[in-house]
């Protein structure tokens, strides 16, 4: 698989956001547990809350997109994939600020805002390592790279085969 810190950085926040959203929603709708699990307490009432569980879905499904775009083979796909990768971890990054910054509603989401802060920066150093390492090749780089192999090995002396294929005469006393 192309590209697994990224697919590993992009599906972890995907299940936080998609489950935090889904949880979001049924707090909001008065549920207190789901499938016999109890689920925490909404991070917003009202608005607040509808607000948070749509940024917390959208950011999702975005992730979802980039995911899917990445792990294709059309090179145009992947680079929007990037884009999009990029603007989901963008999105969560500045819920996290904002947690950090402004407090409720969306430090209620984020339990530790700091190892929150953490996840982000582990990710976007996948999402920039893996757009670097995955970088397209250039058909003119291939060329130069190729040339330059051919002038190292015409630069290199070659010696003459018959003087290694001549076996010296001792019968004439030469040696």
């Known amino acids: 698989m192309a590209r697994l ?3 590993f950085a992009l599906s972890l926040w995907l299940g936080f956001l998609g489950v935090t959203g889904l949880s979001e ?5 008065g549920k207190s547990t789901l499938l016999g699990h ?11 809350g509808v607000f948070i569980a749509v940024v ?4 999702a499904a975005l992730l979802a997109c980039a ?3 990445l792990n294709t083979a059309d090179e145009r796909r992947v680079r929007m994939g990037e884009v999009l990768a990029f603007g989901g971890i963008g999105i969560a990054t500045s819920m996290v600020v904002a947690g950090l910054l402004f407090g409720e509603p969306f430090a209620n989401v984020f339990d530790r805002i700091d190892l929150a802060l953490w996840s982000v920066a582990l990710s976007l150093l996948a999402l ?6 995955h970088a397209p090749d250039d058909e003119e780089d291939d060329l130069a790279f190729r040339k330059a192999l051919l002038e190292i090995e015409a630069s290199i002396p070659r010696e003459r085969q018959d003087r290694y294929m001549k076996t010296p005469d001792t019968s004439a006393g030469e040696v």
Request: avoid cysteine; aromatic fraction near 4%; charge should be negative.
């Open 67 to 69: 995911l899917a775009m």
């Open 128 to 133: 920039g390592f893996d757009t670097v390492v």
């Open 56 to 59: 917390m879905l959208g950011t």
């Open 5 to 7: 810190p990224t697919n």
């Open 25 to 29: 929603l049924a707090g909001l709708a």
């Open 38 to 48: 109890a689920l925490e307490a909404p991070a917003g009432q009202g608005m607040r």
